[in-house]
Structures are given as structure tokens and as C-alpha cells.
């Protein structure tokens, strides 16, 4: 009886440790996966410039970033003034960045140096603007890529579905939300957004 029972009981830690083995293994996974989403920073990724000049996403340490593909012929092309009244009342703490796009519908159709002077002319846009880019298929930016695989941002899977859609970085690189077409900064999810995210500083 007494053998049985210290086998039983050699039994019972033997099933303890491998739980507790399994359960380690499945941390270990769980941390090695969240640390293979991390790696993928915002601030590695570089844009070219509407005049041609290599940008480094670095240079938005520290500030709010809200990403738009922009087109000069969309019902949504006023909202080159809505953002770019919103740019010049935070830009202390906040940059729009621009990337023109000609895949839906052929709204932007006009050439880098057409596109900077049309929204120059109409709209005295002074946020930075990048050269036409594809934000879908198998062309999609390296930022557009980013911005729309959850392993490489942690979570969101969202692609443009038209014009004007945007995205919202916070000031440590973290994709924190998409907002459609229509969202304008007096929007309140908008609004709500960047409250939370001053708050969570």
C-alpha cells in the first residue's frame, strides 16, 4: 500500500511538472510572438517626399500622426482644409502626413508637381505631402503595409476603402486607430481618440 501510494504520488508531481512545462512553453510562445509584432516599429519606416527627398518616420517621435491617402478629384477633397486647419492649431503636438493616391476611381491623376501646387492653390496646405502611392494590392507602400498587417502593427488589418481614409499613430509609434472616409477633427471619435491618447502620455 505504501509503495502504491508514493508511486501515486511521483505520478501526481510528474503531471504537475509537465503542466507547468507546457504552461511555461506556451508563455515563452505568447512573449516570443509579442515580441515579433513589437520589432515592426513605425519609426523604421521611411516615405519619399512629394519633391523627391527621403523621409525617415523618425522624425515624428514624440508627436500624434495622422496618416491620409488624399486625391484631388474625390467628393472628400475639401477635407484638404479641414486637416490642414487641424495641422496648424496642433502642430506642436500633431503632423498630418499626406500620401496622394490614384487607386479609386482615378481621382488623383496629376503629377507630383501638379498635385503639391492644386493643393498649395486651393487649400494652402503646408502638412507634408509624399509621392503617389498605391495604400492596397501588390504594390501597397511599405507604410501602407505597415499600417495595415497586425503582425507588423500589432492589430489592425484595416486597408482604404476609398479616399481620405486615416490613421492614427501615438506619439511612441503605436497604431491606435482607423477612421473612414468621412471623419473629419471635429468628429467626435475623432476627438475622443486624441483625447485618450493625450491622456494615456
Same mark, same amino acid.
Given at each position: +500500500?505504501? !509503495?502504491? /501510494?508514493?508511486?501515486?504520488?511521483? %505520478?501526481?508531481?510528474? %503531471?504537475?511538472?509537465?503542466?507547468?512545462?507546457?504552461?511555461? *512553453?506556451?508563455?515563452?510562445?505568447?512573449?516570443?510572438?509579442? +515580441?515579433?509584432?513589437?520589432?515592426? $516599429?513605425? #519609426?523604421?519606416?521611411?516615405?519619399? $517626399?512629394?519633391?523627391?527627398?527621403?523621409?525617415? +518616420?523618425?522624425? #515624428? *517621435?514624440?508627436?500624434?500622426?495622422?496618416?491620409?491617402?488624399?486625391?484631388?478629384?474625390?467628393?472628400?477633397?475639401?477635407?484638404? =482644409?479641414?486637416?490642414?486647419?487641424? /495641422?496648424?492649431?496642433?502642430?506642436?503636438?500633431?503632423?498630418?502626413? =499626406?500620401?496622394?493616391?490614384?487607386?479609386? +476611381?482615378?481621382? &488623383?491623376?496629376?503629377?507630383?508637381?501638379?498635385?503639391?501646387?492644386?493643393?498649395?492653390?486651393?487649400? =494652402?496646405?503646408? !502638412?507634408?505631402?509624399?509621392?503617389?502611392?498605391? %495604400?492596397?494590392?501588390?504594390?501597397?507602400?511599405?507604410? #501602407?503595409?505597415?499600417?495595415?498587417?497586425?503582425?507588423?502593427?500589432?492589430?489592425?488589418?484595416? %486597408?482604404?476603402?476609398?479616399?481620405?481614409?486615416? /490613421?492614427?499613430?501615438? &506619439?511612441?509609434?503605436?497604431?491606435?486607430?482607423?477612421?473612414? $472616409?468621412?471623419? *473629419?477633427?471635429? $468628429?467626435?471619435?475623432? !476627438?475622443?481618440?486624441?483625447?485618450?491618447?493625450?491622456?494615456?502620455?
Amino acid at each position: +500500500m505504501k !509503495f502504491k /501510494y508514493i508511486a501515486a504520488c511521483l %505520478v501526481g508531481i510528474q %503531471v504537475w511538472l509537465t503542466g507547468c512545462f507546457n504552461a511555461n *512553453k506556451n508563455v515563452s510562445a505568447q512573449m516570443s510572438k509579442e +515580441m515579433k509584432i513589437s520589432s515592426e $516599429s513605425f #519609426y523604421n519606416l521611411k516615405a519619399i $517626399s512629394i519633391d523627391g527627398k527621403e523621409v525617415s +518616420m523618425s522624425i #515624428y *517621435k514624440g508627436k500624434k500622426v495622422i496618416i491620409l491617402n488624399v486625391a484631388s478629384e474625390c467628393g472628400y477633397t475639401p477635407q484638404y =482644409g479641414d486637416w490642414q486647419k487641424f /495641422y496648424e492649431n496642433n502642430s506642436e503636438e500633431a503632423v498630418v502626413l =499626406g500620401f496622394p493616391c490614384n487607386q479609386f +476611381m482615378g481621382q &488623383e491623376p496629376g503629377t507630383e508637381k501638379e498635385i503639391a501646387s492644386f493643393c498649395q492653390k486651393n487649400y =494652402g496646405v503646408t !502638412f507634408p505631402l509624399f509621392e503617389k502611392i498605391d %495604400v492596397k494590392g501588390k504594390n501597397q507602400s511599405p507604410i #501602407y503595409k505597415w499600417l495595415s498587417d497586425p503582425s507588423k502593427n500589432g492589430w489592425c488589418n484595416e %486597408v482604404p476603402s476609398w479616399n481620405f481614409c486615416k /490613421y492614427l499613430v501615438d &506619439e511612441n509609434g503605436k497604431l491606435i486607430h482607423f477612421f473612414a $472616409s468621412g471623419t *473629419k477633427p471635429e $468628429s467626435t471619435e475623432f !476627438f475622443e481618440a486624441i483625447a485618450k491618447s493625450s491622456k494615456s502620455k
